[in-house]
């Protein structure tokens, strides 16, 4: 599988995670291990900005090759976005952001405007800027112009586990983007990841699917497996599907004459 | 029409639920299908907010109170001692609310516009503002302008209950004080919303009149604040009236089977909506009830002014049922493979 490089970082884990909804965070750390992920995002409400130190999540996050990638939930505008993000830069030391911008709280579905204008003013100000945004392919040209390091259009709405339902956009973004498609929301089940990464997504992010499992340490690593699988599947190629058979039409008939 | 179990079976089986599957989910009818409407509650509370509970507690700043309420301890005819807490005081209660490891705290009041108007709230969120990651409020209906000036002070919340929808019912618990405007009560949280607070919760007085009216014109309410003020996050709290010094007794009595029922009709119809449950509540209906659609929680809480420092025997607005500390409700938590969420909000959100 080919490693995956976003704004400089190089991946070999192509799973990225979230670490909400889990029952207890040593659960969660055990999952995180077991996924293989090397990119997690965490919400900095949740977080304990003033004493980062001392936050039990984060320090159950920490571990050699696993970056944090500090998330802006619960802004409800760019300008919300923006000081929220100073403030995770300087707390949490790390200038990669989501950038999430959901004034809908009942969908946390990602306002389009507000998101642009946040990721326009975070890029001048340094930020790797990996913004979570609806399936819109125009908008993801939009925020590749303004210099995010990725986009991460949704696959259903969070949390929904409903998988890959925006598939007819997702696949015109991923096919006219020159920056990674990290495909946020929706995967509910590996075979949804491995979809995703069927279709050339350059990564996907899981988390509900995890958390609310059973077990989640498994499924993370059914997840790890899924997301090999699916990249393998579209680095080797895949075939095309046949829609017809492949008779010679009755169209072109005329072309030879029957003697 | 009364709902009849045929409307029940509807209602569970249909993907989006309505106000009228609400009823349905609330009436007698229902009552037979409560472990599939537990089942399901379950379920779409574990898949929206995952494996925890949000914690909170309340900080009472005074019991001064003009209105006269016929259920309620800080009523005006109710001779009893009243105590509004000063800046120093309000300190030592920080700091004591802090040492349980809260970083959610709401600040309640009685209601008494001259001492604790405004103004004094103002003070009050400065002195306690950095202190918390996220401050609600539940105390008198306020104006559109005071709403927004509290915002801009950095408060997250307001709580305001209609008490009852029953408007002459309404007049007759409140005879007197502002409290007896039934209209003004009604449109706080379109004040809110148009101040752009981020979240408002809703609710009644369970107790004071037919649960399953009232609560179906709250869930009216919600379902109208949602599409209004859509920026606005809303949860529902389920007090149930609790004795209290010079007390009424409820005029209805709900128990807890019907409890249930509604908190599950609830999350059926409202799947998103945050439900909450107070230290009102037994430990045995509040350890079990946590796997039924209730998403935060109260706990340690003291209903008095001082409770926590200042003036430990000060008078309570009402008797807590679950007397049991944070630390102890963490613990059951955790051992139900829940995780206790102390914080989740930040200064930095909603503020500018």
Not at chain 1, 60 to 84: D, F, M, Q, W
Not at chain 1, 232 to 244: D, F
Not at chain 2, 176 to 193: A, H, N, V
Not at chain 2, 314 to 320: C, K, P, R
């Amino acid at each position: 599988m080919e490693p995956l490089v976003i704004a400089g970082r190089t991946f070999t884990s192509r799973l990225f995670t979230g670490t909400g909804k889990f029952s207890a965070t040593s659960v969660m750390e055990a999952a995180l291990l077991a996924s293989g992920t090397e990119l997690v995002t965490v919400a900095l409400k949740r977080v304990n900005m003033q004493q980062p130190e001392q936050d039990d999540m984060l320090s159950h996050v920490e571990h050699p090759g696993i970056h944090l990638l500090p998330n802006t939930s619960g802004v409800r505008t760019a300008k919300e976005a923006v000081y929220a993000a100073q403030l995770a830069r300087e707390a949490l030391e790390t200038n990669w952001l989501k950038l999430e911008i959901h004034p809908d709280p009942k969908y946390l579905l990602p306002d389009p405007i507000e998101t642009l204008l946040a990721a326009e003013e975070l890029v001048k100000q340094g930020f790797v800027v990996l913004p979570y945004i609806h399936a819109d392919p125009v908008l993801c040209k939009r925020l590749e112009d303004v210099g995010v390091a990725a986009v991460m259009p949704l696959g259903s709405p969070i949390g929904s586990n409903k998988g890959l339902r925006t598939i007819d956009f997702l696949e015109i973004i991923i096919g006219q983007s020159k920056v990674p498609v990290v495909i946020d929301a929706g995967i509910g089940a590996p075979s949804d990841a491995a979809k995703a990464m069927e279709l050339g997504a350059d990564a996907v992010l899981v988390n509900t699917a995890i958390a609310v499992s059973r077990d989640p340490v498994l499924m993370a690593a059914a997840f790890k497996q899924a997301v090999i699988a699916g990249r393998e599947a579209y680095e080797a190629g895949l075939g095309m599907v046949a829609q017809t058979a492949q008779a010679t039409s009755p169209l072109l008939s005329f072309l030879n004459p029957v003697s | 029409m009364q709902k009849q179990a045929a409307d029940v079976r509807r209602a569970l089986s249909r993907r989006v639920r309505d106000l009228e599957d609400f009823k349905a989910l609330v009436s007698p009818a229902a009552a037979a299908h409560l472990p599939q409407m537990a089942t399901l509650s379950h379920t779409l509370t574990k898949q929206r907010f995952g494996n925890i509970m949000q914690l909170y507690v309340p900080l009472y700043l005074s019991n001064e109170c003009q209105n006269i309420c016929t259920y309620c301890g800080f009523s005006y005819d109710n001779k009893i001692k009243r105590k509004t807490l000063s800046g120093i005081e309000i300190l030592k209660e920080v700091e004591a609310i802090r040492q349980m490891g809260y970083e959610h705290v709401l600040l309640v009041t009685g209601e008494a516009q001259q001492t604790v108007g405004v103004d004094y709230f103002l003070q009050a969120l400065e002195i306690i503002r950095p202190h918390f990651a996220h401050i609600s409020m539940e105390v008198q209906p306020l104006d559109r302008e005071e709403y927004e000036q509290l915002i801009a002070k950095g408060l997250n919340t307001v709580l305001v209950y209609q008490e009852t929808y029953h408007e002459a019912d309404y007049r007759k618990h409140h005879p007197k004080g502002k409290k007896s405007k039934f209209d003004y009560r009604l449109e706080t949280p379109d004040r809110l919303g148009q101040a752009g607070i981020h979240k408002i919760g809703l609710g009644v007085l369970l107790g004071l009149e037919d649960w399953r009216t009232d609560s179906f014109f709250t869930a009216l309410h919600l379902a109208y604040l949602e599409k209004t003020y859509w920026q606005t996050r809303y949860s529902i709290s389920f007090p149930r009236l609790r004795p209290f010094s010079g007390g009424l007794m409820p005029k209805v009595d709900m128990n807890d089977t019907e409890l249930v029922q509604l908190i599950c009709a609830y999350r059926l119809c409202f799947e998103t909506v945050e439900l909450s449950i107070s230290t009102r509540e037994s430990e045995v209906f509040r350890d079990n009830v946590i796997r039924l659609g209730i998403t935060a929680m109260s706990a340690g809480s003291k209903t008095n002014p001082g409770g926590y420092a200042v003036d430990q025997q000060s008078l309570e607005q009402f008797e807590i049922s679950d007397e049991r500390s944070a630390s102890e409700i963490a613990d059951m938590l955790r051992r139900q493979q829940y995780e206790p969420v102390w914080k989740d909000w930040d200064v930095a959100l909603g503020t500018c």
